[in-house]
T-cell receptor, first 110, second 113 residues
């Protein structure tokens, strides 16, 4: 399974756009890129998933370059409630096991 | 989506005892996984719970210490055997419904004295 590398922590202020980049140089052809959010004392929650180019949902956007060796999670206009740990994972879709990296601890300040 | 319920949500146990954590999914799922999350750390995959066959364990985890059952497509258990303080952690059950996304339970926080 491809290993992922993310910044350990990031700081932001309310209303700003936050971009978290993840490196996955050894991503396989069948791998999808998935991002999860985890609040303290809760299980991780799915945010977004993509294979290539750009994916957008009501929560975030995911940008994936053509070589797929990295991806960027974009959170528009963050609020205090977006303070959490964000995990980037790569793995097969539809049931493949996912290995978690260290995650990025995002702190949003007023 | 899938709703995953875990029991117990937390427990305090004595060294040398065993505890079984139950995981119930509100729909039939093919794949279920058990993770461990130690304080301040990321999640570590313990094993894949296979329905109708033995679980598949990741490196560093063995069946004698973490026996897993998967009697049907909606339920699984993880037992932490002969516990020591090093087993104090949050244990998370996860499942993959037809949508392909991995859903997690809220976790079972285990403290071993």
């Amino acid at each position: 399974l491809a290993k992922t590398t993310q910044p350990i922590s990031m700081d932001s202020y309310e209303g700003q756009e936050v971009n978290i980049t993840c490196s996955h140089n050894n991503i396989a052809t069948n791998d999808y890129i998935t991002w999860y959010q985890q609040f303290p004392s809760q299980g991780p929650r799915f945010i977004i998933q993509g294979y290539k180019t750009k994916v957008t949902n009501e929560v975030a956007s995911l940008f994936i370059p053509a070589d797929r060796k990295s991806s960027t999670l974009s959170l528009p206009r963050v609020s205090l409630s977006d303070t959490a740990v964000y995990y980037c994972l790569v793995g097969e879709n539809q049931g493949g096991k996912l290995i978690f990296g260290q995650g990025t601890e995002l702190s949003v300040k007023p | 989506s899938a709703v995953i319920s875990q029991k117990p949500s937390r427990d305090i146990c004595q060294r040398g005892t065993s505890l079984t954590i139950q995981c119930q999914v509100d729909s039939q799922v093919t794949m279920m996984f058990w993770y461990r999350q130690q304080p301040g750390q990321s999640l570590t995959l313990i094993a894949t719970a296979n329905q109708g066959s033995e679980a598949t364990y990741e490196s560093g985890f063995v069946i004698d210490k973490f026996p897993i059952s998967r009697p049907n497509l909606t339920f699984s258990t993880l037992t932490v055997s002969n516990m020591s303080p090093e087993d104090s952690s949050i244990y998370l059950c996860s499942a993959v419904p037809d949508t392909g996304e991995l859903f997690f339970g809220e976790g079972s926080r285990l403290t071993v004295l």
